[in-house]
């Protein structure tokens, strides 16, 4: 899925700070499980946000130090 090959390019990143995911409806559960996964992994994001999904209705996870 397209969730799953951009969680699999995020753990390696060392320059996004944030991803908008804002309206994309066709999140799954699987979806969200690489996502969370990627978080896991990735200390640089400092915000992903998936404000007005089905899922995640204003919805805003961000990673504060």
């Given amino acids: 899925s397209g ?3 951009l969680s699999e390019a995020l753990k ?3 320059r996004i700070k ?3 995911l804002a309206f994309n409806y066709n999140i799954s559960d ?3 499980n690489y996502l969370s996964q990627m978080l896991l ?3 640089r994001l400092r915000a992903l946000n998936l404000c007005s999904n089905y899922r995640f209705c204003s ?3 961000q ?3």
Avoid: D, I, P, W
């Fill in 3 to 5: 969730t799953k090959a």
């Fill in 12 to 14: 390696s990143n060392k």
């Fill in 18 to 20: 944030e991803v908008v």
């Fill in 30 to 32: 699987e979806g969200v």
């Fill in 41 to 43: 992994v990735n200390r």
């Fill in 59 to 61: 919805l805003k996870m």
């Fill in 63 to 65: 990673r504060f130090k």
